[in-house]
């Protein structure tokens, strides 16, 4: 069994498809990293992400149009993102039982229009893999990091613009100000309510690529409950990311490698029970949990509604 996971093919496709599956993780945990870096929790992901996945999926099976398709799966974040601000910002609901709410109205409405408008699992042709000239020819090293599709590249590309964003900009000042001391941001003229609405439709818009990553770049097909709970490892690698970008997607990594030797020892025939492989990825997200708690701080204000003169 050993011998045949230290074949260096078997290295190379596993290390390659850690870097292809760790692309769902990172748009929605960065998305998440936004909205809880300025006090709100959203655990609605994972429903925004199948609804998007549905909707980029249906859009590309009609017209074969991939760019149509992610300009609706963008604009439908937003509307999601909305939502949640509306409900969590506005309203004051209880952060953890709205987000629940949007999760299981994304879960409902995607399999509902699955079934009414597709009935079967039907391949599409999404997204293809982009060589990068030269970089893709390096031994090993070019067929792990080189030759993957837009959305894809995408994912690596936004790290660093999180972090800068989050970091280095007025606008990261002010989400880190509302996630901390709301009343001291308002003191200073930061609008929270506004803040938090733009973090909610930002992380919005990036849950829904999540989902559209998966059925149109990834699997390229769309069935029941596509994500099965990828939106939650999303909102745990907040946690053991610390609310950072860049560990943030250390933890993606982590977790998309273990999906993806599951999926190699599955390949490979090697005797263990496929249950078990199945569930490794979700043994390890009790597990970055426990480790992680009490470790880290998280935003003071995060969950905590804020009223103007509380």
Known sequence: MLSQLLDITVITGILASMIRLATPYIYAAIGETFGQKSGVLNLGVDGVMLISAFTSYYIVLQTGNLF?????TIIIGAIMGLLMALISVTLHAEQGIS???????????????FQKLVGTAKPITGFQDIAIPVLSKIPILGEVLFKHSLLVYGAYILIPIAWFVLNKTTFGLNIRAVGENPAA???LGVNVALVRYK???I????????????????LNVFQQ????????IAVALVYFGAWRP??????????????????????LGIPIPSDIAVMMPYVLTLLVLVISAG?????????KPYERNE
């Open 99 to 113: 987000g629940i709410g949007i999760f299981l109205f994304g879960l409902g409405l995607s399999d509902l229009l």
């Open 225 to 232: 409950n596509l994500t099965n709970g990828l939106g939650f």
């Open 68 to 72: 149509l398709a992610m300009l609706v």
């Open 203 to 218: 992380g919005g818009i990036l849950s829904a690529i999540a989902g559209a990553s998966l059925s149109i770049a990834l």
């Open 295 to 303: 470790k880290t701080r998280a935003p003071t204000a995060l969950t």
């Open 246 to 267: 860049f560990y943030v997607l250390l933890g993606s990594l982590i977790f998309s490698f273990v999906n993806a030797l599951q999926v190699w020892i599955q390949v």
């Open 199 to 201: 973090t909610l439709i």
């Open 185 to 187: 941001a308002d003191s």
